[in-house]
């Protein structure tokens, strides 16, 4: 089981290399219920694996020119308290509540990601600084809590908010993640014991994935991966539902997932739209 968490790593890496996000929505689960881990040993290895992979996918992207440090910076700035916070609280706020509502969350944000919207134009200008502070320490108090990076909200807001290119906003959410998951990390150590071998496998392989994934970045066109990010949002968020609530709950949902993109796709081949007023007309250009 351990050798099967280590080649599913990969396609944690290449989640955050090629979405800037997803990483630890997928990494907690891997350690869990593949390796075994205990549910908070799974939650503060991810967010080891997760903030070392990111951290070598980021350098990727600003190599590519896909780093907008001043956003980064201040976003992850304010983020790494909530996320050090949020390390020290997860003993006391229940993680299924607050999955739960990081799922209404994730729901909500991948809907903002399909729909058609004049701000995914590319633009250099930055986040007003105190939506930034807020934004941060929120995404923040997340990842230390439930050991999610906060790609699945960084990305969105630095696409939708700040007017940011998909490709820049992907690989600055990667900066921002590498900041929160040291802090959350930190506020974990002190009181969960890690597996080093099984994290540093694990950790190994993820960074492959993301260097794989950070590649096939730049030959993807904007438009296609945030759509992609969108859709993954949603499967993700009816995979936490089937988790917390009961697996009638997430095959459902996962359900209206698919019907909802085979409507999309409907949409844009063929004119018919039923689904217009949610997510807006197509797009053949974004």
């Known amino acids: 089981m351990i050798a099967l968490a280590v080649a599913l790593a990969v396609l944690v890496g290449m989640?955050?290399?090629?979405?800037?996000?997803?990483?630890?929505?997928?990494?907690?689960?891997?350690?869990?219920?593949?390796?075994?881990?205990?549910?908070?040993?799974?939650?503060?290895?991810?967010?080891?694996?997760?903030?070392?992979?990111?951290?070598?996918?980021?350098?990727?992207?600003?190599?590519?020119?896909?780093?907008?440090?001043?956003?980064?910076?201040?976003?992850?700035?304010?983020?790494?308290?909530?996320?050090?916070?949020?390390?020290?609280?997860?003993?006391?706020?229940?993680?299924?509540?607050?999955?739960?509502?990081?799922?209404?969350?994730?729901?909500?944000?991948?809907?903002?990601?399909?729909?058609?919207?004049?701000?995914?134009?590319?633009?250099?200008?930055?986040?007003?600084?105190?939506?930034?502070?807020?934004?941060?320490?929120?995404?923040g108090l997340v990842t230390g809590t439930v050991g999610a990076g906060g790609g699945f909200l960084v990305v969105p807001a630095l696409a939708l908010l700040g007017g940011l290119p998909m490709p820049v906003a992907v690989g600055t959410s990667l900066l921002v993640i590498t900041m929160n998951s040291a802090a959350g990390l930190a506020g974990h150590v002190s009181t969960v014991p890690i597996d080093w071998t099984v994290a540093g496998a694990v950790t190994a392989a993820a960074v492959l994935g993301s260097l794989l994934g950070a590649r096939l970045t730049t030959r993807i066109d904007p438009g296609v991966l945030r759509r992609a990010f969108g859709w993954f949002v949603l499967l993700m968020a009816a995979v936490i539902l089937g988790e917390e609530l009961h697996p009638a709950v997430g095959i459902t949902t996962a359900g209206l997932v698919v019907l909802a993109a085979l409507s999309r796709a409907g949409c844009a081949r063929l004119g018919w739209c039923p689904l217009r007023w949610l997510f807006g007309p197509p797009a053949t250009a974004t």
């Open 15 to 139: 989640s955050l290399g090629l979405l800037g996000g997803g990483g630890s929505i997928l990494t907690v689960p891997l350690l869990a219920y593949v390796a075994g881990m205990e549910a908070k040993q799974a939650i503060a290895t991810s967010l080891l694996v997760v903030g070392v992979t990111s951290a070598v996918s980021t350098l990727s992207h600003a190599r590519a020119g896909h780093v907008q440090w001043r956003s980064g910076l201040m976003f992850g700035a304010a983020g790494m308290a909530g996320a050090y916070l949020g390390g020290l609280l997860s003993y006391v706020v229940p993680g299924s509540v607050l999955l739960i509502a990081f799922t209404v969350v994730m729901v909500a944000t991948g809907i903002a990601m399909l729909r058609r919207r004049a701000a995914c134009e590319p633009s250099a200008r930055t986040m007003p600084i105190a939506k930034t502070v807020r934004t941060g320490l929120a995404v």
